[in-house]
């Protein structure tokens, strides 16, 4: 990445301010991948508290993940929460992927992955082609404990917004940046307190425009 020297000096000062701000997060276990990738897939698009809903509501109404895999579109949509393109889209990438599971594994597992090795494992995630680099990541970091930095896409635009990434750096050449900056030791802190301030910004940006349409309702 251009400037890389500059960039890696800003984003260390940010990075101490997070630590200083926030407490360091636990880190979740997943003893089973497939379900690093579950979570990875329905949080992408949504914050971890409605992630967090989400997932229970999940384990709460399917009889596991094979009756997830069978269900239909619309079931699914409903389970997640409100019909919305992204919603239906993870929907359809969550029964995408299980079924690729269940035709390579003969079963709806990825404990097979934990054996293979962090390099293989991400080549066996990659090549079936179903989920997104970010469910992937995610999977890597909390489940292989590889050294991955997941970024949503409210986190780029946290970084890009905060002047810590070149602004002409695609989401490559980020990732790897980060890799560089950030040690496998840190990784999941350093992803989870840049997501926890993505989140907490987009929310204040929809209380503004609330208050804001409120406002203007009461003058009508």
């Given at each position: 990445?251009?400037d890389?020297?500059?960039?890696?000096r800003?984003?260390?000062?940010?990075?101490?301010?997070?630590?200083?701000?926030?407490?360091?997060?636990?880190?979740?276990v997943?003893?089973?991948?497939?379900?690093?990738?579950?979570?990875?897939?329905?949080s992408?698009?949504?914050?971890c508290?409605?992630?967090?809903?989400?997932?229970?509501?999940?384990?709460?109404?399917?009889?596991?993940?094979?009756d997830?895999?069978?269900?239909?579109?619309e079931?699914?949509?409903?389970?997640?929460g409100?019909?919305?393109?992204?919603?239906?889209?993870?929907?359809?990438?969550?029964?995408r992927?299980l079924?690729?599971?269940?035709?390579r594994?003969?079963?709806?597992?990825?404990?097979a992955l934990?054996?293979?090795g962090?390099?293989?494992?991400?080549?066996?995630?990659?090549?079936?082609?179903?989920?997104?680099d970010?469910?992937?990541?995610?999977?890597?970091?909390?489940?292989?404990?590889?050294?991955?930095i997941?970024?949503?896409?409210?986190?780029?635009e946290?970084l890009?917004?905060?002047d810590?990434?070149?602004?002409?750096a695609?989401?490559?050449?980020?990732?790897?940046?980060?890799?560089?900056?950030?040690?496998a030791?840190?990784?999941?802190?350093?992803y989870a307190?840049?997501r926890?301030v993505?989140?907490a910004?987009?929310?204040?940006k929809?209380?503004k425009?609330a208050a804001?349409?409120?406002?203007k309702?009461?003058?009508?």
């Amino acid at each position: 990445m251009k400037d890389s020297r500059e960039y890696a000096r800003k984003l260390r000062k940010f990075y101490r301010s997070l630590k200083r701000k926030y407490a360091r997060p636990e880190c979740p276990v997943y003893d089973d991948p497939i379900d690093a990738i579950i979570y990875g897939t329905i949080s992408e698009k949504i914050t971890c508290r409605a992630a967090d809903a989400a997932m229970r509501r999940c384990q709460g109404y399917f009889v596991g993940l094979n009756d997830l895999r069978v269900s239909r579109t619309e079931e699914i949509v409903d389970v997640l929460g409100e019909d919305t393109p992204d919603t239906r889209d993870t929907a359809l990438t969550l029964t995408r992927f299980l079924y690729s599971i269940f035709d390579r594994y003969n079963a709806v597992s990825l404990k097979a992955l934990k054996k293979a090795g962090k390099k293989p494992a991400r080549q066996i995630l990659e090549k079936l082609n179903v989920v997104t680099d970010f469910a992937i990541d995610y999977c890597m970091l909390t489940s292989l404990q590889a050294h991955a930095i997941p970024l949503t896409r409210r986190m780029i635009e946290c970084l890009s917004s905060d002047d810590l990434v070149h602004p002409d750096a695609d989401e490559q050449q980020i990732k790897g940046f980060l890799a560089r900056q950030v040690s496998a030791e840190d990784a999941y802190q350093f992803y989870a307190l840049l997501r926890t301030v993505s989140e907490a910004r987009r929310t204040r940006k929809r209380q503004k425009a609330a208050a804001k349409t409120k406002k203007k309702a009461k003058k009508k």
